[in-house]
């Protein structure tokens, strides 16, 4: 836990010192994100449903001149519930949270329509630090434990308006597990490699 919020500070340092060496747009924002995803996996006695994901955070742009090209990265704060049903001795449903800080890092690039309207797309890893929960898993199996690290690959595409809102949609691509179960039946409910779609909106400072 110590290395992860000193990975999280020293982001933040980087952010401040970027933002203070000249570059002419750089522009911070708060970003909020909701996942689409309501997949169901099912594996023999344990079925488990993703329900619903929101992130919200701080991010910062930082545009080269000219280009249409820059760097785009946040710190988001995620709340990740899910629905377990164990059908063993008894039946039992338990709905499971879990609080992340999410770091997505993209490569951004603009080209504008007509004005005041700029299309962008982006894509670049993540990393995801889980800080608490998992508490319920014990009620369904002492085996499931969620992962104090992840990563993966971002993929987004969207709109801006305005220079002060961007909307739109983002794909991600897990690249490690979630949880490390020690029930091979049960790994690839809980490790689903299925890209999640999401929905972003950014509101520029």
Do not use: C
Not at 3 to 13: E, G, R
Not at 17 to 44: M, P
């Amino acid at each position: 836990m110590k290395k992860n919020n000193l990975f999280i500070i020293a982001l933040i340092v980087a952010f401040s010192t970027i933002a203070t060496t000249g570059y002419s747009q750089v522009r911070f924002g708060l970003r909020g994100e909701v996942g689409l995803n309501k997949a169901s996996f099912s594996k023999d006695a344990i079925e488990v449903e993703n329900l619903n994901t929101f992130k919200i955070g701080p991010t910062v742009e930082i545009m080269f001149p000219v280009m249409d090209l820059g760097v785009e990265a946040s710190i988001l704060y995620n709340n990740s519930k899910m629905k377990i049903e164990d059908n063993g001795s008894f039946w039992q449903e338990v709905e499971e949270t879990n609080h992340y800080i999410d770091v997505p890092i993209n490569l951004k690039y603009k080209f504008g329509l007509i004005s005041p309207l700029k299309i962008y797309v982006m894509g670049g890893p993540y990393a995801k630090f889980h800080i608490s929960g998992g508490d319920d898993f014990e009620t369904v199996s002492d085996k499931i434990k969620a992962k104090s690290f992840e990563a993966g690959v971002n993929l987004g595409l969207g709109v801006e308006l305005f220079k002060k809102l961007a909307v739109g949609v983002n794909y991600g691509i897990p690249l490690t597990d979630n949880y490390s179960v020690n029930e091979p039946e049960w790994k690839d409910a809980f490790n689903n490699k299925d890209g999640l779609w999401s929905i972003q909106a950014t509101v520029y400072l």
